[in-house]
T-cell receptor, first 110, second 111 residues
Framework: DVKVTQSSRYLVKRTGEKVFLECVQD?????MFWYRQDPGLGLRLIYF???????EKGDIPEGYSVSREKKERFSLILESASTNQTSMYLC?????????FGPGTRLTVL | GEDVEQSLFLSVREGDSSVINCTYT??????LYWYKQEPGAGLQLLTY?????DMKQDQRLTVLLNKKDKHLSLRIADTQTGDSAIYFC???????????FGTGTRLQVFP
């Protein structure tokens, strides 16, 4: 069965902290994505990766960076968390247009 | 830029049909998708339609595509309380796996 896991379901951090959100998929997919979901705005793409060590900016990359050192793992990094990054973060991997999503990480920045 | 729009809320009585509408902008999208998000969960692919089709039926779900108007709809027949969720339509950008999602429609089913 297809599986995308995210390291935490809930996370609370303070302004200025460095935050790591981890995502792992076990389907050998080449494509991986990070989205954030906010009420009334839907899902917005932060970064995506089509291969190991490869990354491309999505629609809202400011304040974020990513790392893809291994095919199965795609990490989202908030270098210095801010309150406007409080959101639900969804990771996905894909093949042939079918995206498989993780359960999400609800991040609160105080 | 590309934009996908949906109404935010829909409320229906159990047993009635639900129709969720979506408009999109990228006319080159080969596939258009409907995803479902249940409370506290990630998104799950519900169904999709190939752009050269007008309609696709899958059990209680019917997808209608009007390419001329760039309008996509999802009809759920005999709506059940278990159908309560947020429904997202999505188009693929330049026929890649990079999807542009709508704002999501929250469907509430009441007895």
């Amino acid at each position: 069965d297809v599986k995308v896991t995210q390291s935490s379901r809930y996370l609370v951090k303070r302004t200025g902290e460095k935050v790591f959100l981890e995502c792992v998929q076990d389907m050998d997919h080449e494509n991986m994505f990070w989205y954030r979901q906010d009420p009334g705005l839907g899902l917005r793409l932060i970064y995506f990766s089509y291969d190991v060590k490869m990354k491309e900016k999505g629609d809202i990359p400011e304040g974020y960076s990513v790392s893809r050192e291994k095919k199965e793992r795609f990490s989202l990094i908030l270098e210095s968390a801010s309150t406007n990054q409080t959101s639900m973060y969804l990771c996905a991997s894909s093949i042939a247009g079918d995206l498989f999503f993780g359960p999400g990480t609800r991040l609160t920045v105080l | 830029g590309e934009d996908v729009e949906q109404s935010l809320f829909l409320s229906v009585r159990e047993g009635d049909s639900s129709v969720i509408n979506c408009t999109y902008t990228d006319s080159s999208s080969t596939y258009l998708y409907w995803y479902k998000q249940e409370p506290g969960a990630g998104l799950q692919l519900l169904t999709y339609i190939f752009s050269n089709m007008d309609m696709k039926q899958d059990q209680r779900l019917t997808v209608l595509l009007n390419k001329k108007d760039k309008h996509l709809s999802l009809r759920i027949a005999d709506t059940q309380t278990g159908d309560s969720a947020i429904y997202f339509c999505a188009e693929s950008l330049n026929n890649t796996d990079k999807l542009i999602f709508g704002t999501g429609t929250r469907l509430q089913v009441f007895p």
